[in-house]
């Protein structure tokens, strides 16, 4: 089973976050009940809060890049070591109007699985690191 949720959260990269643009992959990727915590954005809930997410987050940065960096899996859990990469060019609500500054930040995601599905997940980024390389947050000195 681990192996089977392994492939499921590198399809969840690929289709839901990178350039491949099938949001319609959220039908099979995530439960009806799914809650996803999310640390600048918010909580998100169902199939429709993640493609929502998914969309307005590649609307904000049509060119972003994950890579998948580590993955590990036991039991109901998949645990991926992650990075990011593009550039600010669409307006979103909580990002306002494009920059046009590109960024790179890293992150872990542990994700919850049932009959197949992710069910629930919790994502810590460098959401800092991304607001202030967007110039939307100053940079200490």
Same mark, same amino acid.
Request: aromatic share 10%; net charge negative; proline share 4%.
């Given at each position: ?9 590198? +399809? $969840? *990269?690929?289709?839901? @976050?990178? #350039? ?30 993640? +493609? $929502? *997410?998914?969309?307005? @987050?590649? #609307? ?61 997940d919790w994502t ?9 390389q967007l110039g ?6």
């Amino acid at each position: 089973m681990s192996e089977k949720n392994k492939a499921v959260v590198r +399809r $969840e *990269f690929e289709e839901m @976050f990178n #350039q491949r643009g099938n949001l319609d992959a959220a039908e099979d990727i995530y439960t009806p009940d799914y809650v996803g915590h999310e640390p600048v954005f918010g909580d998100l809930y169902g199939v429709e809060g993640a +493609r $929502e *997410f998914a969309a307005d @987050f590649r #609307q904000a940065f049509p060119d972003i890049q994950t890579t998948i960096e580590d993955m590990m899996a036991e039991g109901d859990r998949v645990v991926t070591r992650f990075s990011s990469s593009g550039t600010h060019q669409g307006e979103i609500e909580d990002l306002g109007p494009p920059t046009g500054r590109q960024f790179e930040v890293t992150g872990i995601t542990i994700e919850r699985f049932s009959d197949g599905k992710i069910v629930e997940d919790w994502t810590n980024f460098d959401a800092l690191g991304l607001l202030q390389q967007l110039g939307l947050v100053p940079e200490q000195q």
